[in-house]
């Protein structure tokens, strides 16, 4: 399967929106609470993940919380904050 476009994903986000909202009977609530699901999924497929900064700032805060003084010197050390 071929990769999509942004564009081409953004604008299936949209007829998903436009499928849901088109829905007026109250028996299909649970396709209509999908397709928005499916939607916002969509948007956050297309939206970059900083995973390297996350992990650098999450290993920052173990480092500056934990009281375990082993733990603390390892992880300055992969932050490239201590010897």
Same mark, same amino acid.
């Given at each position: 399967?071929?990769?999509?476009?942004d564009? =081409?994903?953004?604008?299936?986000?949209?007829? $998903?929106?436009?499928?849901a /909202?088109? &829905?007026?009977?109250?028996?299909?609530?649970?396709? =209509?609470? /999908? %397709? *928005?699901?499916?939607? #916002?999924? +969509?948007?956050? +497929?297309?939206? !970059?993940? !900083?995973a &390297? !900064?996350? $992990?650098?700032? #999450? %290993?920052?805060? +173990?480092?500056?919380?934990?009281? /375990?003084? /082993?733990?603390?010197?390892? $992880?300055?050390?992969? $932050?490239? =904050?201590? *010897?």
């Amino acid at each position: 399967m071929a990769v999509s476009e942004d564009h =081409e994903n953004q604008e299936l986000a949209s007829r $998903l929106v436009a499928a849901a /909202d088109g &829905i007026v009977n109250k028996a299909a609530a649970g396709l =209509e609470r /999908d %397709l *928005r699901s499916a939607a #916002e999924l +969509i948007h956050e +497929i297309d939206k !970059p993940t !900083p995973a &390297i !900064p996350k $992990l650098v700032s #999450e %290993l920052a805060k +173990i480092a500056n919380t934990t009281t /375990d003084v /082993d733990t603390q010197r390892r $992880l300055r050390r992969l $932050l490239g =904050e201590a *010897r």
